[in-house]
């Protein structure tokens, strides 16, 4: 694909009629490196230098797996605030692996979350419960189906 071409890819959920998200566009900058712009946010993706990059950015694996992460802790925080427990402390780690076979992807994801000391023990279900079903759990659980279209193409037949 050369500079310039235009390649949309479309996410929609098939169990239930899609709502339209927020536009995003991601544009080449050099190397390996990619601006990602969401809703006049700006990000970076890029590769590290073993594998061609500048590393000026996390890769988009990495983002993936953060975007994941990140979920799991909005849902933390909003249960903790909805039953009046305070968020301090509230952080989680992740880490995952890679398949060794094809196709390329993300084999496994293991997230802890290190709730606030003032959680009871008895909130713990609950909590894992609200927890377990962030948007991007479900959206990984329930996969949607991705349409790529190409646009700008010079070899159309």
Same mark, same amino acid.
């Given at each position: 694909?050369?500079? =310039? ?21 991601? =544009?080449?900058?050099? =190397? ?25 950015? &996390?890769? &988009?694996?990495? /983002? ?15 249960? %903790? ?8 402390? %509230?952080?989680? *780690? ?7 076979? #094809?196709?390329? #992807?993300?084999?496994?994801? #293991? %997230?802890?979350? @290190?709730?606030?000391?003032? /959680? ?11 927890? *377990? @079903? ?18 700008? *193409?010079? *070899?159309? &037949?």
């Amino acid at each position: 694909m050369r500079q =310039g071409q235009l390649v949309s890819v479309a996410v929609t959920a098939e169990t239930t009629p899609a709502e339209t998200a927020p536009a995003m566009e991601v =544009g080449f900058r050099s =190397g390996e490196t990619y601006e990602i712009a969401i809703r006049g946010h700006r990000v970076i993706a890029d590769q590290p230098a073993e594998d061609g990059g500048r590393d000026e950015g &996390p890769t &988009p694996t990495e /983002l993936f797996v953060a975007s994941l992460a990140s979920c799991v802790a909005y849902y933390a925080g909003r249960y %903790l605030t909805r039953h009046g427990y305070s968020r301090d402390g %509230l952080h989680v *780690s992740v880490d995952y692996e890679m398949a060794v076979d #094809r196709p390329a #992807r993300v084999a496994a994801i #293991r %997230l802890t979350v @290190h709730a606030p000391a003032d /959680l009871p023990a008895e909130r713990i279900p609950a909590f894992t419960a609200v927890i *377990s @079903h962030c948007t991007v759990h479900n959206s990984i659980g329930v996969p949607p189906r991705v349409t790529i279209d190409i646009t700008g *193409s010079a *070899s159309t &037949p």
